[in-house]
């Protein structure tokens, strides 16, 4: 069984600031991690996986994530927000098949001017 | 090349009505689900083709939805009857590996 838990329903950062949205998973297997954004009334948008290899991942829009198995954490970050990133990030597990993924309940990030 | 296209991207029907999406993945990817996103939620999967077979279903409501993906391309989730509980959006996703799903716009359904 897999789980996804994300810290923060919302979370709030002023333009130019620090973005730190937090995931930590359980999985009875090596895990894929992604991490997905939603803008309104959109689909998903793959942001960044991580399979194997590399811990440290970047993805698109300057955003990157860490895969820490000690932790079993996989937080995104972003050195300096964007008005355009106010948007519902989701993490989420794969099993390393082609099984599906099991998705956070998600956080929505507002950026203050 | 296109994404995965679903429609109709917003359906309002009334309950005990019947509803169907329609979703064309991306071409070449043999793998495609249908999850449903309850509002301020994550994704939950329904259902996962792999060319025209279901291999897990696990999760749809059997009684009332149904699903089918002809040819191993194009699929219909439909609920019949509708309840007021299934508004929400349903999104269809494809996939070539593991390693990444591309999700469509998805089906805002909302029954009154």
């Known amino acids: 069984a897999q789980s996804v838990t994300q810290l923060g329903s919302h979370v709030s950062v002023s333009e130019g600031a620090l973005v730190l949205l937090r995931c930590n998973y359980s999985s009875s297997v090596p895990p894929y991690l992604f991490w997905y954004v939603q803008y309104p009334n959109q689909g998903l948008q793959l942001l960044l996986k991580?399979?194997?290899?590399?811990?440290l991942v970047k993805g698109i829009n300057g955003f990157e994530a860490e895969f820490k198995k000690s932790e079993t954490s996989f937080h995104l970050t972003k050195p300096s927000a964007h008005m355009s990133d106010a948007a519902e990030y989701f993490c989420a597990v794969g099993g390393g098949g082609a099984d599906g993924l099991t998705f956070g309940k998600g956080t929505h990030l507002i950026i203050q001017p | 090349e296109a994404g995965v296209v679903q429609s109709p991207r917003y359906k309002i029907i009334e309950k005990k009505q019947p509803v169907a999406f329609w979703c064309n993945p991306i071409s070449g990817h043999n793998t495609l689900y249908w999850y449903r996103q309850n509002l301020g939620q994550g994704p939950e999967l329904l259902i996962r083709y792999e060319n025209e077979e279901a291999v897990d279903d696990s999760q749809l409501p059997k009684d009332r939805f149904s699903a089918e993906r002809l040819k191993g391309v194009d699929s219909t989730l439909k609920i019949q009857p509708a309840e007021l509980g299934d508004s929400a959006v349903y999104l269809c996703?494809?996939?070539?590996?593991?390693?990444?799903?591309?999700f469509g716009q998805g089906t805002r359904l909302t029954v009154v």
């Open positions: 996703a494809s996939s070539l590996d593991e390693h990444e799903a591309f």
């Open positions: 991580y399979t194997t290899g590399a811990t």
